[in-house]
């Protein structure tokens, strides 16, 4: 009985664990995050924008750094689009396009401004988003700025994850 009792309370504790995770921790002094608007090395008008607004849009969302100007940030992350690709990857029977995939490059740098320390340089990230085809030109141009503003979206996502899980 006594086995059977340990058994349940070795099988409670391992299922009431289930719901932890490892958060990061950042250093005690970095309360801040200043995002100055990315550079723009492609030559896709406006694309810098969509990517900085929605990077800005998830640390605020987060919460954990406050989003404030260059002059008052303990930190900074710089980032510049280096990729900005549209390929097409469905076609109907007539090998007209129906389906393209967009795939956004960057490179980001994040500095504790406080410390003057570089606490990480990733080159080459990439994110992509899929969009269909309607028809008409302009219908397709207009799905494509709504595929940027997905893939911008997870593109803040996965930055604000890499950002502060990694310490």
């Known amino acids: ?10 099988i409670a504790t391992a ?4 719901g932890y995770g490892l958060r990061g921790t950042l250093p005690s002094h970095l309360k801040t995050i200043a995002i100055p608007t990315f550079a723009n ?13 929605a990077v800005v849009d998830a ?22 689009v280096t990729g900005y690709d549209v390929q097409s990857i469905a076609f109907d029977a007539s090998a007209n396009v129906r389906q393209y995939r967009l795939i956004v490059t960057l490179n980001l740098r994040y500095r504790d401004v406080k410390e003057e320390k570089l606490l990480f340089d ?3 990230y990439q994110d992509r988003a899929d969009f269909r085809v309607t028809g008409s030109v302009s219908s397709t141009i207009a799905l494509e700025q ?4 997905a893939a911008s979206v997870e593109i803040a996502r996965s930055i604000v994850a890499f950002t502060l899980e990694r310490f």
């Open 41 to 53: 090395r492609t030559s896709e008008p406006g694309v810098e924008n969509f990517l900085t607004r």
């Open 1 to 10: 009985m006594r086995r059977r009792a340990a058994l349940l309370a070795l």
């Open 15 to 18: 299922v009431a664990g289930c």
């Open 146 to 149: 709504v595929a940027l503003s």
């Open 122 to 124: 990733r080159r080459g």
């Open 59 to 80: 640390f605020s969302t987060n919460g954990r750094l406050r989003v404030v100007g260059p002059d008052a940030a303990d930190s900074i992350l710089e980032g510049e």
